[in-house]
């Protein structure tokens, strides 16, 4: 948090941090009225022992692209005013290390660590935890720590003053085309939890789907799930479609058109070779795969610094334990989870696949994209006094892996479809005292809005589009998610995941 005066040279920024010594980088808007389309960046230099700084002011974020020593595409979600950080490795160095995406390259900050080069940093922490294969302990270090790191690379990547300028070597050294890397897991995932955010997904998924009559009034007090971390992909990993205990009466010709071999239950024995797959039934249910496959469209953010057991976090102190954000696709099996959902919910239906986005985009790039949220009746304990969430834009479609034509789903929706914010959503979680871990990941729940177009799963869309198949084998579900403008530099990558046929 910090307030600020701009003068014709210089920011006169006042930090609200519990540290008054934080060095970091801050965003600030140049003008109010166009939704902080501009902003500068400013560079902490020294922390008075009041928190009232003098500043130069850098130029703004929009020609950061033509000051960057990696060229930046005009339309790249990675700009300068990003810095997403993620998990890669390469052919030739298969061992996972930390990278940051800027353009179409990957900064490879391992490297960067081994050359000291962040002895220049203005923040003091280890370098060493920029060596390690998952982004746990360069996050559990907190956001003035990590915000830091984030605005001294972006000085690396704009600054003529930079090694990376001066060393063409060095340059080559730690760059690495995104489309030569392989992407893994940001995190070591301890706990994953969904939420139920959506008032339009609620109504659609509760009151409907086998479930006449059920209260789609889920939002006094929040609900949410537990999630299987096992089953968490980075994008781009195949998902085989799942194979489970569905009622006879699904129709299976209205959606997939895939092999529907099938076993009935009670001929199960252990002794019965997979091999053998006959059409057998009985009474009311099979064994086969799921005809209702979906997607649900998302956003979720990792833990930094994990709080103690028993400690509840107030809404207002939960940014300091939120690293970044990412796209999540929490597969859905709808026919799979009509027998489930009452009394305890979705368990197979869901427990076989999550897919998130590689790159995780820090509080810190979001910071000049923050709106508003509309007014909305919250518990007492949750009413946040900066209640805002932020402009950011989320959209799926479907690319047919078949030869036959048809309708495909896709959609547009947003952030502020969400009925709870990030913060509430952390505080609600540690309510009870519920200890939190880095890299415990946390989702928002399918982001569906009002409008037709803003539905962001097949078993919504269907209800007002009745072609639209649920998915077939060989599609590819494609999320993508920006902040603003889609060319404003600041956005999520994709989020993809191809359907295989079913393992029987």
Request: net charge negative; proline share 7%; hydrophobic share 40%.
């Amino acid at each position: 948090m910090y307030d600020y005066r701009l003068h014709d040279s210089f920011c006169e920024i006042s930090l609200i941090y519990e540290n008054p010594h934080v060095l970091q980088m801050v965003a600030v808007p140049l003008n109010m009225g166009r939704r902080c389309k501009e902003f500068v960046a400013v560079c902490i230099l020294q922390a008075k022992d009041n928190r009232t700084l003098l500043l130069a002011s850098s130029a703004s974020f929009n020609n950061m692209a033509s000051q960057s020593i990696i060229p930046i595409p005009a339309d790249s979600p990675f700009s300068l005013a990003n810095i997403p950080f993620g998990i890669f490795s390469t052919q030739s160095q298969p061992h996972p290390r930390l990278g940051v995406a800027i353009g179409e390259q990957i900064l490879d900050l391992k490297v960067l660590a081994l050359e000291g080069i962040f002895m220049d940093c203005e923040v003091t922490f280890p370098s060493d935890v920029l060596m390690h294969t998952t982004l746990n302990a360069f996050a559990a270090l907190g956001r003035p720590i990590t915000s830091g790191v984030r605005a001294y690379i972006q000085s690396l990547l704009s600054q003529s003053s930079s090694p990376l300028h001066s060393s063409p070597s060095l340059l080559e050294r730690c760059t690495v085309k995104q489309i030569e890397a392989v992407m893994h897991l940001p995190f070591d995932i301890g706990d994953f939890t969904d939420f139920t955010s959506s008032k339009t997904h609620a109504k659609n998924t509760h009151s409907g789907h086998g479930h006449e009559g059920v209260d789609a009034d889920m939002f006094n007090p929040p609900r949410a799930a537990s999630g299987r971390v096992s089953t968490i992909l980075p994008s781009g990993i195949p998902i085989v479609r799942p194979v489970g205990h569905l009622p006879t009466s699904a129709s299976p010709e209205r959606s997939y058109s895939g092999p529907l071999e099938d076993r009935a239950l009670d001929d199960l024995s252990s002794d019965t070779p997979v091999e053998s797959r006959t059409l057998a039934r009985t009474t009311g249910f099979s064994l086969a795969p799921t005809n209702e496959l979906d997607f649900e469209l998302e956003l979720a953010f990792f833990i930094s610094v994990p709080t103690k057991h028993f400690e509840r976090v107030p809404v207002e102190k939960t940014e300091k334990h939120i690293f970044g954000v990412v796209l999540l696709n929490d597969w859905s099996a709808r026919d799979i989870q009509i027998p489930e959902t009452l009394p305890f919910g979705a368990f197979n239906a869901k427990n076989f696949a999550s897919t998130i986005s590689p790159w995780v985009v820090t509080l810190d790039a979001l910071e000049p994209f923050k709106i508003a949220h509309d007014i909305r009746r919250v518990p007492s304990y949750l009413v946040d006094k900066g209640d805002a969430t932020y402009d950011i834009s989320v959209s799926t479609r479907v690319i047919p892996g078949g030869s036959v034509e048809r309708e495909m789903g896709v959609a547009r929706s947003c952030l502020r479809n969400s009925y709870w914010t990030f913060r509430q959503m952390l505080a609600f979680h540690t309510l009870s005292g519920c200890r939190m871990r880095t890299g415990d990941l946390i989702g928002t729940g399918t982001l569906s809005g009002e409008d037709t177009t803003s539905l962001c799963s097949l078993v919504e869309q269907r209800k007002h589009f009745p072609n639209r198949m649920f998915l077939q084998d060989r599609d590819e579900v494609v999320f993508t998610a920006w902040c603003g403008s889609p060319k404003g530099g600041v956005g999520f990558g994709e989020c993809r995941g191809v359907v295989l046929p079913a393992g029987l």
